[in-house]
Structure formats: C-alpha cells, structure tokens
C-alpha cells in the first residue's frame, strides 16, 4: 500500500481489503480517481497511525530537498530560549508571540538551525522576501530559494510569500519538513489557509506580534500551526530588551475654514444615514451606501464622508505640525506614517522625504531601505508598506499623521520603533484633530499597546 | 477579478441569479464613460477618486461598481515625465537629505532640476510619474461601444462569482476539447458524471483537495474557462459558489450575454475543414457539430472529433473520428475501448496512407478508409446504415 503526494494531498492507493477508514480519521473516498484521499498536512500523523495498526506501508511523503548542512547557531537571549524552549516542549508546532522588534526572527532562525530540516518560510509582504533572505543568508552559506515577487526559485532553505505559496504549494508541499509562518495571524480567516494544509510538513513555527483573540480564527491557526506556546508584549520588554518608548498625542484643531467644511460635510453625511436608518431600522453600513447611490440625498451623503475624511487625514493643521516636527528632528533618523499613499506623495513632494509605498518597485525599496540604514537617508514617509514585518531598526522618531486599519496596525507601526540600541529612546508623535472621532481611535490605541503579553502575566 | 461585494446578483433561497447588464443599462453607463472622458490626460489617482463618488445620476449600485472596475482596467496609465522618474527620486531626496536641511526645499528642487537639464517644475511632475496611481489616464484605441462594456462587464461578473468555485459541472456540444485541455493544464481534474436522474453527462471539473471543503483554490483556473465557453454551440454551467457568506448554486448557459474569449481556430487541419465542407454540401439532413461532447470510455475520456446528427430525428447519432498516424494494433486497441464504452454508432475514418507499422486496416463497419481526402458520401452512407441499424435493433 502507498500512500503518496498528489497535488497538495495524499492519496492512499492499493489499499488491501479490510482497511477501514474510518480508523484514519482525514481520509475521504474519492470518486473521480478511485482511492482514499486526505490533506497532505495530515502526512505524518496518517503513516505513522497505519503503521500502528500494522498496515503495511510501502511508500509515505517525505521532505524531497535534502536538509541544508552548515547552518550556523544562534546565540538567543533569555526570552527568546524560553520562547524556543516551549515551543520544542509543544511538539515542535505553536505560534511565538512577541512584540515587533524583539527578535521573532531569531527565535525561528534558531529553531531551524535545531531542526535539521528543509524549510519554507511564508511571509506576507515582497519586502519580507528579501528580508528574511538576508536574514536566513547570514546563518547558512547555501543559496536561499524564493517563491514571489515574480521569482520561482527552490531550495533547501526557501522564503515565500503567501500568495506564492498559495499558488504553487501542489508542486511545493512534499519538499519541506518544517514551516516558519511570519505574522501568522494573517491565517485561520480562510484566505489563504490551504497553503498550510497542502503541506506534509510535520514541525511548524509561527510568529506574531498581534495574535488573533480567542475565538475560530485563534483555533484554526492552532489547528494549522499550533496554539501560542509563548506570549511577551510591549509593556514587558520595553526599556530592557525593546527601546523605551514616549508617546505624544497631540491634538490639533482644524483651521476655522477647514472646521467649517468638515463640518458641514459631515452634517450632509449625518442627515443622509439619519433619513436612511430611519427606514431601515438596523441596517449595515453596505446596506446603506447601496442604497445612497439611488438617491440625490443619499449620493451627497456618501461624496460628502469620503471628502470629510480625506480632510481629516492631513489637513493644514497637521501639516504645519508635520514640518515643526520634521524639522525639530532633522538630525534623527524618522518615519512618517499615513493613510493614503497620494498622501505620501504629497508630503515627499513638500518636505523632499522619500516615499516607501506598495507602488515603489522592489530594487527602488530595497535601495531605500538601504540609504536608510546607512544615513543618506534620514526619514521615510509610508501608508502602509512600513506597517508589518520591515526592519528598520536605526528609526528612532514615528510621527503617525493618519491610519486606515486600526489598531492592529498602529502595534505593528510603533513596533518599528522599537529596537534597541545603546542609549536609544524611541519617540511616537500622534497627530490627532480635536472634535473628530481620532480622539477615541488614539485612546484606544494607547490602551492596546499598554497591554501586558500572557506568558508575562 | 472583481470583489464579490461587487456583483450584481441577488440571492434566492439556495441559488445567485445574475443581474446582467443590458441595453437598459446604457443611458447611465454613457455617463460614466463620460467621466472616465473627462479625466483624460489627467492622474489616475484623481479619476479612481472621482469614480468611487456616486455618479450624477440614478444608477444601479452593484452595477456601476463592476462597470467602473472593468472600465478602470481598460483604459491605459501612461507614463508621462520629462526626467527618468526613478533617477529624479534617488537624486532629489539624497540631496535633500545630505543637506541636513540648512536649504529650502525648492533650491534642492531648482538644483536637481538644473543638473538634470530641466525646471523645476517639470522635475516634480516627473518625480512620481512612472507610479501606477500617478501615471496618465488614456482611453483605449479604439474606445469601446457602450455594448462591449455591457459584454465585458457581466463576463467579469460571472467570472468572478466562479473565482469562488470549488467544483463545476458542464454540459456542453461542440467545442469541448479546448475546454477539456485548458482544464487539466490548470491541473483540475476532470471526470464525466452521470447524473441520478439519468440526465445526459456532465463534465465535472474541480481540483484535488476540492474533495475536502469548499476551496477557492481552483477559482482562477474555472473561472479562465468561462469565455471560452460562449464558443461551444450550446453549454450550461452549473457551479456551487461561496457568495456573500453562504454556498448557492450558480447556473450561467449559452444565452448569457458575456464577451467571448478570442475565437478558436475553426478546424485542427485543412483535412477536417474539407471534410465538414463537404458533409454541409452532400448532406442538408444531418448536421455535423465540431467536438461534440467527452464521453467516458473506462477510466479515460475520449473528444470524438465530430458528430453527425439528424436534423429531423436526433436520435440518429453518430460519432466520427478521423485517425492521423495508426498501426493496426492502435486501431485495434482503439475500436475495443470504443466497444467498451457503450457510445452511439462510432465511425472512424483511417488514412491508409499514414500506416506506421505494417499491416492492414482492420475490417469493421465502424472503420472508413480513404486516401488524404475524406470520403464524405461514404462516412455518411455508413451513417445512414449505423444508425438505422440501432434504430431497428432499438425498435
């Protein structure tokens, strides 16, 4: 009997008469080929459940690349050898959370050098490829493969990125014996789960800053990678092995003119979802914009929020405050961040600060990023590139002018901030209009960065 | 493909039922074209803004989304820049940056713009120019009808409710071959069902771990399919589709108003063209459809390269194969599984000239010889006897 790798799944063939399938549970009878068939992911554990029952195997998955040789070890600091340490004691599967800036690349550098496996790295970002090159590329000599950003390279040592690996696990998912999920909490929402699922390998690695909270989505990502075996925060390693932190809000009013049309921008928004709930008691947001669109009123709602909160995310006050600031810190090395990337534009235009969006190509980022480190660039303004994963730990000052995605986003942005160096502070300015609903969204934030990780409570 | 907060479709029970666009639709979609007119030479950023505002006039929400989105990749973003935007960037902001601010912005500006052989503000036009958001919006050449974005728009809108596909099943007569190979070069897999109700055969096709749940896995490659599809003389599509959160039955068929693919080439060979050529002249009674149907012959499928049907009675069928390079062990094997696979009268025609091995063509009433041209009046009066015989025996 073989059981063997077929596109992202097992098939079990020439099975004897006598075998019952329901003792193996992941096995379904298909139809459209004659046999038994199950997700690859469930490899290990279905050969070695029909070798305990005596089933004779002839043939299982295993990793097909030979395992790298010669990586180098790495030396951890405590946190991180408790973090490695408890994700040996969980069976080598479990997600690793600790705050940006921390060294969650480490701990997974460290576990693939204990591993001795081939392995496949899954990133979100292009700019993560390339990161996570650089990093694998300074404890192992061989050539680093690459799946994304319109590569398609294999090796022993391999980085993905989700899509690419989305795409191309059914030739990919029998090479590899271990996973190291980057920001893994972007699985367990169905997106791009099968990626997991379609692989045979048995040892798994996640890692997160921002863990999904208990619920579906925390128990698929156990499922597919395994539950948080170790959790730090921000508050718990911040002014030891993360840089302090100095948050500044700062709240600014709006230009009497610009009060005046957001304002009044605003009332025709109210007026338009006051009229609309009045005769849709409890309808959704979706509910009303599609509905906005069949009247003059409701079409004069929906322009009238767009222009108000466009305003809102750089308006002359913010603006001037931006170029105090700017100027105020000329000499430290500083990110901007904001909503939208035309707002990037803006602001590159004005203060002559290079932009780092998704629309920038690879070569251009990586030479950004670069001139960054090294200083011939001293700030950066992004929407949204710089929010997850990127390392650029010489930043010292953030000055974040707007966000479009939450809190979430404002952790994985003041993370950046966080690396230590001798003698380093790191300083968060937050622009916020005054009589806007940016007031709560800051309080919030602040809440959520104060937040102490589980495994330090 | 569009988002399916996107789609015009309403939900009924357990299906998605299309809101096509259609002539209807043209007074507001002129409307929009227009404003897509109106930003000509203008940033792309700018007009994507203005579309995302409602348009002046009433129009159908789902609607106009999918048709923005549609008209949005059509027209072209042009790059228009004085300087290499890339080298205005590297030079621009390095300088700035190098001066630790002690100059105003604008002399780094009028000294960058000086060295690249520029004004300064030609230099800040370019600095961006090459970005997708900032390129220059062009229409198309030829700008397209307000029908043809009708056509376009639902094809994006079937197209991207299967892209949330698991599995589909097809019926379809003529032109099912290219279907077939583009299928399984996608890697689905792709069998023949029977169904329950002893309804004709289905083409199903799906992907290997759509065994297990409901993925989108396979959306891409199913939903590739679908303007290849409005070739095939007749088709329905039957799919199940995860849409606004919950699984319902999608069902699109030969009178859906989608643009089709680029048409296929009509005929493999000069050979089948003469052939069909001269079946139309000889014989007005019997129609002949170019890759009719796959039909299951074991474990494998076969594409028969034609069928001849009577026009009057269309349960006369005979299916007609024309066999390039054979050896009498091929043709043998070949004729067995046809046997085997309990199929309407088969005949296949056999060049004699492209024998391979040595040996005769194997004598049988499924099997016509000729020499590079078909004998068509010979194929036809095999017909005539194949399937009065099955009649008779039916009968």
Redesign the interface.
């Known amino acids: 009997m073989r059981l063997t790798f077929?596109?992202?799944?097992l098939l079990l063939e020439d099975a004897p008469p006598g075998v019952d399938v329901a003792d193996f549970p992941g096995f379904?009878w298909?139809?459209?080929?004659?046999a038994l068939?199950a997700?690859a992911r469930l490899a290990y554990a279905l050969a070695a459940a029909l070798r305990r029952r005596d089933v004779p195997l002839t043939d299982a998955p295993r990793p097909r690349l030979v395992p790298p040789s010669g990586i180098r070890p790495v030396t951890l600091r405590p946190y991180q050898h408790a973090a490695l340490l408890a994700w040996r004691r969980a069976g080598r599967r479990g997600v690793v959370v600790l705050p940006t800036g921390a060294g969650k690349t480490r701990v997974a550098l460290a576990a693939l050098a204990a591993t001795r496996t081939p392995c496949l790295v899954l990133v979100p970002t292009r700019a993560l490829l390339t990161q996570w090159t650089r990093a694998l590329g300074e404890i192992y000599d061989g050539p680093i493969g690459r799946f994304g950003d319109g590569e398609r390279v294999l090796a022993p040592l391999t980085v993905a990125t989700f899509a690419g690996a989305?795409r191309h696990m059914?030739v990919l998912g029998d090479r590899f014996g271990m996973l190291v999920v980057d920001e893994a909490h972007h699985f367990g929402t169905g997106a791009f789960d099968?990626a997991l699922?379609?692989s045979i390998a048995p040892v798994r690695l996640g890692l997160t800053a921002t863990p999904p909270a208990p619920g579906p989505v925390a128990a698929r990502l156990a499922t597919l990678v395994g539950p948080p075996v170790f959790e730090l925060g921000v508050a718990d390693l911040a002014g030891s092995y993360l840089a302090p932190l100095e948050r500044i809000t700062w709240r600014l009013a709006l230009d009497e003119d610009e009060r005046r049309e957001y304002d009044a921008l605003v009332a025709v928004y109210r007026e338009a979802v006051r009229v609309f709930m009045g005769n849709h008691l409890g309808a959704t947001w979706?509910e009303f914009?599609?509905?906005?669109?069949?009247?003059d009123e409701?079409?004069r709602g929906?322009?009238a929020w767009?222009r108000a909160a466009r305003l809102l995310s750089f308006p002359r006050c913010k603006r001037e405050a931006l170029a105090l600031l700017l100027?105020r810190h000329?000499?430290q090395r500083t990110l901007v961040f904001v909503a939208h990337?035309?707002t990037a534009?803006a602001i590159?235009?004005?203060?002559?600060?290079?932009?780092l969006?998704s629309?920038?190509g690879r070569d251009?980022r990586q030479?950004t990023l670069e001139?960054f480190r090294t200083g011939?660039?001293?700030?950066l303004v992004s929407a949204q590139v710089l929010n997850e994963g990127v390392d650029v730990p010489e930043a010292e000052v953030g000055i974040v002018v707007a966000g479009r995605m939450g809190e979430r986003e404002h952790v994985q942005r003041v993370g950046r901030l966080l690396r230590p160096a001798a003698g380093k502070r790191a300083l968060l300015y937050e622009l916020v209009v005054a009589q806007s609903g940016e007031v709560r969204q800051a309080e919030r934030r602040g809440a959520r960065l104060a937040a102490p990780g589980r495994s330090a409570a | 493909m569009l988002p399916q907060g996107d789609l015009p479709l309403r939900l009924v029970g357990g299906g998605a039922f299309f809101d096509f666009l259609g002539p209807q639709d043209e007074p507001w979609l002129r409307v929009l074209m227009g404003e897509l007119a109106r930003f000509e030479g203008r940033r792309r950023r700018e007009l994507a803004e203005r579309l995302a505002e409602p348009l002046p006039c009433e129009t159908p929400y789902f609607k106009r989304r999918a048709a923005t989105r549609v008209l949005l990749r059509l027209w072209r973003r042009e790059r228009v820049a004085a300087v290499p935007p890339l080298e205005a960037r590297a030079r621009l902001f390095v300088a700035a940056a190098a001066d630790g601010g002690e100059a105003s912005p604008a002399a780094h500006v009028a000294d960058v713009a000086a060295a690249m052989g520029v004004g300064g503000d030609a230099l800040l036009e370019s600095l961006f120019a090459d970005l997708p958001g900032e390129r220059i919006v062009r229409a198309p050449e030829p700008v397209p009808s307000v029908a043809e974005v009708v056509l376009r728009t639902n094809l994006a809108v079937v197209q991207a409710a299967l892209m949330r596909a698991s599995t589909i099943e097809l019926q379809v007569e003529g032109g099912v071959r290219p279907i077939v190979r583009l299928a399984k070069l996608r890697g689905l897999l792709c069998v023949v069902a029977e169904p329950a109700d002893g309804g004709a055969p289905r083409l199903q096709l799906s992907g290997p771990f759509s065994l297990f749940r409901h993925t989108l896995l396979y959306g891409r490659a199913l939903a590739e399919l679908v303007p290849h599809l409005a070739w095939c003389a007749r088709f329905e599509l039957r799919a199940a589709c995860a849409l606004r959160g919950r699984i319902v039955d999608v069902v699109v068929d030969s009178g859906a108003p989608i643009f089709p693919a680029a048409a296929p080439t009509p005929f493999d060979s000069k050979l089948e063209e003469r052939f069909a050529r001269d079946v139309g002249r000889l014989a007005p009674d019997w129609d002949l459809v170019r890759e009719p149907e796959a039909v299951r012959a074991g474990r494998t499928l076969i594409f028969p390269d034609f069928l001849l049907r009577h026009r009057i009675h269309a349960e006369r069928r005979v299916l007609v194969e024309l066999a390039g390079f054979w050896t009498p062990d091929y043709l043998a094997a070949k004729l067995a599984r046809l046997r085997e696979a309990d199929l309407p009268p088969f005949i296949l025609c056999v060049d004699e000239e492209r024998a391979c091995a040595l040996g005769e063509v194997p004598e049988s009433l499924s099997i016509v010889p000729f020499r590079r041209r078909v004998d068509a009046a010979a194929v036809l009066r095999r017909a005539e006897e194949l399937t009065l015989t099955a009649r008779a025996s039916r009968g």
């Open positions: 077929d596109r992202g799944t379904l298909d139809e459209r080929v004659g068939r997700p989305y059914p099968e699922e379609m979706e914009l599609r509905e906005a669109a069949r009247t409701g079409r929906v322009a767009r100027a000329r000499e990337n035309e534009y590159a235009r004005e203060h002559l600060i290079m932009p969006t629309d920038i251009e030479a001139r011939e660039l001293r700030a």
